[in-house]
Structure formats: structure tokens, C-alpha cells
């Protein structure tokens, strides 16, 4: 059973930063797309940053410039690095593993960012 364990949320004020991290049980790790997305009250899930195994990345417009997206396969972990926080970017983020040779997604249990203004 492949697990994502997500850590690094909480509460910042607007204009401060947050860095989350994803670790995975899983070697497969390595041969996988990561994705950051996030979910705010009342709203649909969004992706936010995704980065393939080729190391290239793609934001969501919103968070363009702010965000950054990485990886350490050795470690088997994706981190997302928010600057410049704004009240909007509140919602709890969840990390997602896609394994293209096994079509599988997987999905880390979330964590609260919450962005006071």
C-alpha cells in the first residue's frame, strides 16, 4: 500500500511563507508525475503546481511566481514553497502521485494553510 504523508501547513499572516512537504512509502515515487492541489471551502478541488519526472513544472495562473515546486527522488518527497501567501491561497493542499506504467493515482490526507489577512 503506497502512502503520501503530507506535513507543513498552518497559519501565516498575509505576505509570509509556508513550505509543505510530501513524503511517499514508495520507490515508484521516482516514476511518478507530483502534483500539489488545494480545495477551499465551498470550492473545487484545484491544481496548483505539477512536476513531472522529466523536472519540468506547471502553476495554476494564481500562483504563479510565488510558488515553487521540487523534488528529491533520493528522499522520495515533493515540496511545494509558497512566498507571498495571500488570504485566498487558504485551503487545505493534498499531494498527488500519478504512476503512468501502473495508471494509478495517489493521494496524501491534506493539510491546512490558512492565510490571515
Known amino acids: 500500500q503506497v502512502q503520501l504523508v503530507a506535513s507543513g501547513g498552518g497559519l501565516v499572516q498575509a505576505g509570509g511563507s509556508l513550505s509543505l512537504s510530501c513524503a511517499a512509502s514508495?520507490?515508484?515515487?521516482?516514476?511518478?508525475?507530483m502534483r500539489w492541489y488545494r480545495q477551499a471551502p465551498g470550492k473545487q478541488r484545484e491544481l496548483v503546481a505539477r512536476?513531472?519526472?522529466?523536472?519540468?513544472?506547471d502553476y495554476a495562473d494564481s500562483v504563479k511566481g510565488r510558488f515553487t515546486i521540487s523534488r528529491d527522488n533520493a528522499k522520495n518527497t515533493v515540496y511545494l514553497q509558497m512566498n507571498s501567501l495571500k488570504p485566498e491561497d487558504t485551503a487545505v493542499y493534498y499531494c498527488?502521485?500519478?504512476?503512468?506504467?501502473?495508471?494509478?493515482?495517489?493521494w496524501g490526507q491534506g493539510t491546512q494553510v490558512t492565510v490571515s489577512s
Open positions: 514508495s520507490t515508484i515515487f521516482s516514476i511518478s508525475t
Open positions: 512536476m513531472p519526472t522529466s523536472g519540468s513544472t
Open positions: 498527488n502521485m500519478y504512476t503512468p506504467i501502473f495508471r494509478r493515482d495517489y
